[in-house]
């Protein structure tokens, strides 16, 4: 226990220390007002609590990916935790930092108006088309993996539950921030962060020992497969993704005060960190071998992994309660993803988003063009 105890000092410390050398570094201006105060359209920019900015910032960045991720990279054993603990301080947070803050001092912009503004036009066109294929293939995805799983609990039909979630995407999408994911999102990410914690206490008070291959430097995968370069990509959005980046200016334009940045945007990664760091390090204790967690993963993959270390830490409760998380988590990233879309093509359009008219103008084709994309195969997509 002690070796992740250690981890989660070392991001606690990052936060205080090299944050603070961000922070710095950027110069905030706590005196200068921000997008939500000076830009205030009870739509998209939204005056709202630090405390509910960076709850609804660390879901939003979230999804699975500090869930699923650091079980897949359990597989290569404690040196997944390095990764975790320096890319989380030194790339992940440092990178959703200025994502945010940069988009703040540009009034709230999306990343490819950042972007035009400091590469020019055809960096800006580039990112415009990237970052919205990229959203709508993320918003798909979001929307498929709860739908197949709900399928599967329910006996419904799948198409029934994409048919379900997208139109839940459509509301969340068109509605005031404030009125959904500002006024619900907080609690499901306060949740996120007590499933994991609360797992943490039940290994800790369990028969099971921290980390049963050892603590080793070796690579541990069952398959052989490389350290480098793919422990980086399988354990991305818990140490660096830039996905993150089209999710930082949703709560740019809601913060009060240039101060909060490091808190919200720094500090919502650290908060991945540690909460990736969790499910490693289940990952790596419930089962006593990376064989022995691989053979669960090819029987149902890491959603297998998650019922079966909650429903034997927390009981039934915890295992009811884990499921609800890999349906609701993925589907608090996916809406997001198709607002951040509708802010990106509203941006290059020059439309004004006050009115709902000029919304649905904007986000209809978009869920057109995801329900395509949602009947290709979900292998390809």
């Given at each position: ?53 960076y ?14 991720g ?13 990764w ?89 999408t ?50 052989d ?55 490693a ?73 006050k009115?709902?008219?000029?919304r ?9 063009v ?12």
């Amino acid at each position: 226990m002690l070796w992740f105890l250690l981890g989660v000092t070392l991001l606690i410390g990052g936060y205080f220390i090299y944050g603070k050398l961000i922070e710095r570094i950027f110069g905030i201006r706590p005196e200068r007002q921000t997008p939500a105060i000076a830009n205030n359209d009870g739509v998209d920019y939204v005056p709202m609590s630090t405390k509910k900015v960076y709850l609804v910032q660390l879901l939003n960045i979230a999804g699975l990916g500090p869930i699923f991720g650091p079980i897949l990279g359990a597989l290569y054993g404690p040196t997944a935790l390095l990764w975790i603990v320096f890319g989380s301080i030194f790339a992940g947070a440092v990178h959703d930092y200025f994502s945010g803050m940069l988009s703040v001092r540009a009034g709230g912009a999306s990343v490819p108006t950042v972007v035009g503004r400091e590469l020019g036009g055809i960096a800006k066109q580039f990112m415009n088309g990237f970052a919205v294929l990229l959203l709508l293939l993320v918003g798909v995805v979001f929307t498929l993996g709860p739908a197949k799983l709900l399928g599967n609990l329910s006996g419904t039909s799948v198409p029934v539950w994409v048919a379900i979630i997208f139109g839940y995407y459509m509301v969340a999408t068109i509605v005031p921030i404030d009125k959904i994911i500002g006024r619900f999102y907080p609690f499901f990410g306060a949740l996120l962060v007590f499933m994991s914690v609360g797992l943490l206490i039940g290994l800790a008070f369990s028969d099971k020992p921290f980390y049963a291959a050892g603590v080793t430097l070796d690579n541990l995968h069952p398959q052989d497969l490389p350290l480098w370069p793919l422990l980086f990509i399988t354990i991305a959005c818990g140490a660096l993704s830039g996905f993150h980046a089209t999710q930082s200016p949703l709560m740019a334009r809601c913060m009060e005060n240039e101060r909060n940045g490091r808190f919200v945007f720094y500090g919502a990664m650290i908060g991945e960190g540690v909460i990736a760091l969790i499910w490693a390090t289940l990952g790596m204790s419930f089962y006593d071998s990376p064989e022995a967690l691989n053979a669960t993963l090819a029987q149902g993959g890491p959603a297998a992994v998650v019922n079966d270390v909650a429903t034997s830490l927390l009981g039934a409760v915890g295992g009811l309660l884990a499921i609800l998380g890999v349906v609701v988590l993925p589907i608090t990233s996916g809406d997001t993803s198709f607002r951040a879309a509708r802010l990106i093509l509203s941006d290059f359009l020059r439309f004004d988003q006050k009115p709902v008219a000029k919304r649905l103008m904007v986000a209809l084709p978009l869920f057109a063009v995801g329900f395509l994309i949602s009947q290709m195969d979900f292998n390809v997509i």
